[in-house]
Antibody, heavy 117, light 110 residues
Framework: EMHLVESGGGFVQPGGSLRLSCAASGFTFSRHTMIWVRQAPGKGLEWVSGIGLGGSGATYADSVKGRVTISRDDSKSTLYLQMDSLRAEDTAIYYC??????????WGLGTLVTVSS | VVLTQSPLSLPVTLGQPASISCRSSQSLVYSDGRTFLHWFHQRPGQSPRRLIYQVSNRDSGVPDRFRGSGSGTDFTLKISRVEAEDVGVYYCMQGTHWPNTFGQGTKLEI
């Protein structure tokens, strides 16, 4: 069974940094495009970033471009999201997921990032 | 690409049908002819779950009362007979263009 487990969230002051991780199991991680999606408290889903096979085609939403870097380590079946220059509006639950275009589709339970002074 | 859902709130009666519209600001037809428009359901406190992928394909375990349709820029999710477990928020999402985008969400309540 496919599993994704996010970690690395927490409380950080504005301007600070965090590195989120997403550990995959139960499937061949290297064969899947992966994405990060976030959800601010009481709000809808926002696609944040995606990365293709072998680390190709990293793409970012305009809201995080220049402040966030997505990467992957296929040898560890792990996806990462390095977030710098964090702002209050980055406060959200961050989910990792397999690319939604194909089946099967898997999401993690999310990790909460809180940016506040 | 902007996805616009309607309605944003959908009060329904158990056993009755429900329908959600999703309109895209651009065609969602990819260069290979496929259309990457998907539907997700999220219950309070839970992760989103995909129900429908590529317009009309139901994910494994999704009841056949859920049906997706549409083409180009106009898409619809229909529930033939709403059940209590269907409450929550429904999102359309496009995977044709990067960055991918979600609709605002439609809250279905009994």
């Amino acid at each position: 069974e496919m599993h994704l487990v996010e970690s690395g969230g927490g409380f950080v002051q504005p301007g600070g940094s965090l590195r989120l991780s997403c550990a995959a199991s139960g499937f061949t991680f290297s064969r899947h495009t992966m994405i990060w999606v976030r959800q601010a408290p009481g709000k809808g889903l926002e696609w944040v970033s995606g990365i293709g096979l072998g680390g190709s085609g990293a793409t970012y939403a305009d809201s995080v471009k220049g402040r966030v870097t997505i990467s992957r380590d296929d040898s560890k079946s792990t996806l990462y999201l390095q977030m710098d220059s964090l702002r209050a509006e980055d406060t959200a639950i961050y989910y990792c997921a397999t690319d939604s275009n194909w089946e099967p589709n898997c999401w993690g339970l999310g990790t909460l990032v809180t940016v506040s002074s | 690409v902007v996805l616009t859902q309607s309605p944003l709130s959908l009060p329904v009666t158990l056993g009755q049908p429900a329908s959600i519209s999703c309109r895209s600001s651009q065609s969602l037809v990819y260069s290979d002819g496929r259309t990457f428009l998907h539907w997700f359901h999220q219950r309070p406190g839970q992760s989103p779950r995909r129900l429908i992928y590529q317009v009309s394909n139901r994910d494994s375990g999704v009841p056949d009362r859920f049906r997706g349709s549409g083409s180009g820029t106009d898409f619809t999710l229909k529930i033939s007979r709403v059940e209590a477990e269907d409450v929550g928020v429904y999102y359309c999402m496009q995977g044709t263009h990067w960055p991918n985008t979600f609709g605002q969400g439609t809250k279905l309540e009994i």
